[in-house]
């Protein structure tokens, strides 16, 4: 199964492809309702990390999020973290050369978590801006 959410102006690009283990949030996340936003894909991760393939490799290309969508993306890597086990888990934090924001983000979010490890990956350019 996947499912794809088309990146706007303040919402995130997603794609989940559960066939494959690959999931991609790229962009800006600033939905008006976070919640609603969200929801689709948190019951879709859970669903998968139930079961998952033996490789998932999530990859965030966020250009720059509100306090809430942080939340939500935290749970995300939550779930996957609860799944460490069943799957060899990567997780990419992507951030061009000159955005101390995200970049900072980035590390921030990694110290959260003890289990799993976030890799933070410095690029030129976000090809999903």
């Given at each position: 199964m996947t499912l794809i959410i088309e990146g706007k102006r303040r919402s995130l690009k997603v794609n989940?492809?559960?066939d494959?283990?690959?999931f991609l949030f790229a962009g800006?996340?600033?939905p008006e309702n976070t919640n609603t936003f969200f929801?689709?894909?948190l019951v879709e991760l859970t669903s998968y990390?139930?079961?998952p393939k033996p490789k998932t490799k999530i990859e965030f290309y966020v250009e720059y999020l509100n306090t809430s969508s942080a939340l939500f993306l935290r749970r995300i890597v939550?779930?996957?973290e609860e799944a460490h086990t069943k799957t060899?888990?990567?997780i990419d934090w992507y951030f061009e050369e000159d955005d101390e924001d995200i970049k900072e983000f980035g590390a921030d979010f990694k110290s959260v978590f003890k289990i799993v490890d976030i890799n933070l990956k410095e690029i030129e350019e976000n090809p999903y801006a």
């Amino acid at each position: 199964m996947t499912l794809i959410i088309e990146g706007k102006r303040r919402s995130l690009k997603v794609n989940i492809d559960t066939d494959t283990g690959n999931f991609l949030f790229a962009g800006v996340s600033l939905p008006e309702n976070t919640n609603t936003f969200f929801e689709p894909i948190l019951v879709e991760l859970t669903s998968y990390f139930k079961n998952p393939k033996p490789k998932t490799k999530i990859e965030f290309y966020v250009e720059y999020l509100n306090t809430s969508s942080a939340l939500f993306l935290r749970r995300i890597v939550m779930l996957a973290e609860e799944a460490h086990t069943k799957t060899e888990l990567t997780i990419d934090w992507y951030f061009e050369e000159d955005d101390e924001d995200i970049k900072e983000f980035g590390a921030d979010f990694k110290s959260v978590f003890k289990i799993v490890d976030i890799n933070l990956k410095e690029i030129e350019e976000n090809p999903y801006a």
